[in-house]
């Protein structure tokens, strides 16, 4: 495996389920992000994690929580879900950056597709 | 306010064709840097170009270069000799010096490459 890898790929869930989506980088990177897409709208950053502590966390509502267990896995747990929470889910990781116009790059997984009913 | 704007929604252009995407910023950091992203439709952003606010020379990755108007505070992307594979949507972001995790992405424009 090469990059970042997202699994489930797609995933449909009903309001009351709970469910865990998964990131794995395999580029040796220190820092992680959750990333919300919906239609029409720009990215949305959720959580950042860097060297497994969180540093960001952007007033995303408690049905969403994100764990890093180290440094290469990232997962976002799920509980009670609304249907606006239907979206694309990026994960992405990088080097940490030492300040903005440094270049530290993020590098996305392609994403969970999120449908809930 | 937003930080990054992207007027353009979506375009076409001829196969072999250059395309220019516009992206303007804003920020009052002396201390940034620009990225540009291609989101085709299986969902993965792709890095492919990236400017920062101290390099003196506009930043070119192949077929991608990216026309640095910093007074203009403008970062528009140049696909030379459009090829099918790059329709796309492309997303235009920015890092601010006091934030140095944080990425402000632009809404998106849709490239649609004609044969």
């Known amino acids: 495996e090469t990059g970042v890898t997202q699994t489930p790929r797609h995933l449909v869930m009903g309001m009351t389920n709970k469910k865990s989506l998964k990131c794995e980088q395999h580029l040796g990177h220190n820092a992680m992000y959750w990333y919300k897409q919906s239609a029409k709208k720009p990215l949305e950053l959720m959580f950042v994690?860097?060297?497994?502590?969180?540093?960001e966390n952007n007033s995303v509502p408690s049905r969403f929580s994100p764990e890093c267990p180290n440094s290469s896995h990232l997962f976002l747990h799920l509980h009670t879900l609304q249907p606006e929470d239907s979206a694309l889910y990026l994960c992405a990781s990088s080097f940490l950056a030492t300040g903005g116009s440094s270049y530290n790059e993020q590098f996305f997984g392609p994403g969970t597709r999120l449908t809930v009913l | 306010a937003q930080k990054i704007t992207q007027t353009q929604p979506g375009m076409f252009v001829q196969e072999k064709e250059a395309v220019t995407l516009d992206c303007t910023y804003d920020?009052?950091?002396?201390?940034?840097?620009l990225f540009w992203y291609k989101q085709p439709s299986s969902g993965e952003m792709i890095f492919l170009i990236y400017?920062?606010?101290?390099?003196?020379q506009n930043a070119t990755e192949g077929r991608y270069s990216l026309n640095f108007q910093k007074a203009r505070k403008s970062a528009n992307l140049v696909i030379s000799a459009s090829q099918l594979g790059d329709s796309a949507m492309y997303f235009c972001?920015?890092?601010?010096?006091?934030?140095?995790?944080?990425?402000?992405f632009g809404a998106g424009t849709t490239v649609t490459v004609r044969a």
């Open positions: 920020t009052s950091d002396p201390s940034y840097g």
């Open positions: 994690y860097s060297l497994e502590e969180r540093v």
């Open positions: 972001a920015m890092r601010e010096g006091r934030d140095d995790y944080k990425l402000s």
């Open positions: 400017q920062g606010s101290y390099d003196q």
